[in-house]
Nanobody, 124 residues
Framework: EVQLEESGGGLVQTGESLTLSCAASGFDFRDYAIGWFRQVPGKKRESGAVSVIGSSKGSEYYAASVEGRFTISRDNAKNTVFLQMNGLKPEDTAVYYC???????????????WGQGTQVTVSS
């Protein structure tokens, strides 16, 4: 059974940092791209990824809104992907989801497996 479990969310102030983790099981982790997506309370989950890390060579993608502030990485030995978030802003407040797919991409529709999400709240 494919499982993705996010952790690391919390309440921080503007400018502070958080590191989210996505622990995976039930599939050959190193062969899958992992994406992070977010959903603002009261709104639909954003269709575009916050960040994606590919399976081969760990290619990275960042949305323009987070480029330079967020860093994605993966530890294949631990079946875990990390999202280091620096310089957090109130507009980063959302539930953050990780998703997995053999081919991945920057769109939510490209992913088959999803975690339950972790809340990130940034106070001003």
């Amino acid at each position: 059974e494919v499982q993705l479990e996010e952790s690391g969310g919390g309440l921080v102030q503007t400018g502070e940092s958080l590191t989210l983790s996505c622990a995976a099981s039930g599939f050959d982790f190193r062969d899958y791209a992992i994406g992070w997506f977010r959903q603002v309370p009261g709104k639909k989950r954003e269709s575009g990824a916050v960040s994606v890390i590919g399976s081969s060579k760990g290619s990275e993608y960042y949305a323009a809104s987070v480029e330079g502030r967020f860093t994605i990485s993966r530890d294949n030995a631990k079946n875990t992907v990390f999202l280091q978030m620096n310089g957090l802003k109130p507009e980063d407040t959302a539930v953050y989801y990780c998703a997995a797919d053999r081919w991945g991409g920057s769109k939510a529709s490209q992913y088959n497996y999803w975690g339950q999400g972790t809340q990130v709240t940034v106070s001003s």
